[in-house]
């Protein structure tokens, strides 16, 4: 007889392995920390486990990774509603990002976990930027270990922008903002593979040229990896082009920026010449469908980007702009924007969306 922890039986399997693989009644089998076997047909005589979970007339996937966030915002949902990026974030996210507590943001962390764990994630990207004050960032991360999610957190830094709306409160200088980095990395660096902390710009009007090649010095001697909003909407190029001559994705590609250690977040403007330097550097992308929508953003060219080799992920982005962390959710959205502004139904098929 074969004891195992846990066994998964009567699932409609999705492996994504390399064949995409689908194993339509089949089960899994769990010891410790790992899965075991994935196996067709039923559970066989003899073979016994813990825990049997039957999931019957459901479907089995490996758990999603939202690669975009902001953990503070489910607490925001619904406020600021029919704004464009700026003006939405004048008026919800950032006045109410200067007050939230490290109390606050703990439990803000729960209630987002709970919600990405209950539509299939096991995977978090949080792009933390109410960076006034150090604990705020802890509150944060001992709320997503309280739910036994695995995440990344992203500390990015403000260097500038209160000509934009920028709080005064979370600009810094980008060395600071490294040695903060370098004080989460050491203080949560027996997490394993469970949590991860990287860095970033938040966005291009809150960093200075300075702030980049900083941050990305620091990034590169100490191999850390960074994400970013970038071409989010026009705003990106409209202050590139007046403080710098020149559109954002070149003037980072000129300073060596775009790397395979950089994600670069909703990539909504994107032209063909900057989709190819995204796969020429081994760029990755952040696809957030819901957000761009709801804030009227626009459609990302995803079909583009994948058929250049991008590699394509999906995230939620915050809940002030999305009203809930439903990955489902996003998932859908992921395909569907990307049928409806072409008039074609097959932009996206199903398993690639997957
Ligand atoms: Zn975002």
Redesign the pocket.
């Known amino acids: 007889m074969a004891h195992h922890d846990l066994i998964i039986k009567n699932a409609d399997i999705c492996t994504m392995d390399a064949n995409m693989t689908r194993i339509q009644h089949g089960y899994v089998v769990v010891d410790g920390e790992t899965i075991t076997s994935v196996n067709e047909g039923s559970v066989p005589a003899g073979v016994e486990a813990d825990t049997v979970i039957d999931a019957e007339g459901q479907v089995l996937f490996p758990g999603f990774i939202d690669t ?3 953990i503070f915002q489910s607490f925001l949902k619904g406020l600021g509603a029919d704004h464009r990026l700026i003006e939405w974030l004048n008026r919800s996210a950032l006045p109410y990002g200067k007050y939230m507590t490290p109390y606050q943001h703990r439990l803000a962390a729960q209630l987002t976990c709970m919600e990405a764990i209950k539509s299939g994630c096991t995977t978090l990207c949080e ?1 933390f930027y109410t960076d006034q004050d150090p604990e705020l960032a802890d509150g944060c991360i001992a709320g997503m270990e309280d739910t036994g999610i695995r995440s990344v957190f992203i500390r990015t830094f403000q260097d500038c922008g209160e000509d934009y709306g920028m709080p005064a409160c979370f600009i810094q200088p980008a060395d600071k903002a490294m040695e903060e980095v370098s004080r989460l990395r050491h203080d949560y660096a027996d997490r394993s593979d469970m949590l991860s902390i990287w860095t970033g710009p938040d966005v291009t009007w809150s960093t200075t040229k300075e702030g980049y090649r900083t941050m990305l010095d620091y990034c590169k001697s100490e191999n850390v990896r960074y994400a970013m ?1 970038i071409d ?1 909407t026009e705003v990106d190029d409209d202050m590139c082009q007046k403080h710098y001559g020149q559109d954002i994705v070149p003037m980072l590609d000129d300073m060596g920026f775009l790397t395979d250690h950089m994600l670069g ?2 990539c909504v403007n994107l032209t063909p010449d900057e989709i190819k330097r995204f796969a020429d550097n081994g760029v990755s992308i952040s696809y ?1 469908p819901v ?1 761009n929508m709801y804030l009227g953003s626009g459609a990302a060219p995803i079909r583009e980007a994948l058929d250049a080799g991008v590699n394509v992920s999906i ?1 939620t ?2 809940a002030a ?1 999305n009203n809930t962390t439903n990955y489902l959710e996003s998932i859908k959205f992921a395909a569907l924007v990307q049928k409806g502004f072409t008039r074609d139904a097959a932009r996206i098929t199903a398993p690639q969306t997957i």
């Open positions: 975009h966030t902001h792009f909003h989010e977040v909703h957030n957000s995230g982005d915050g702009s």
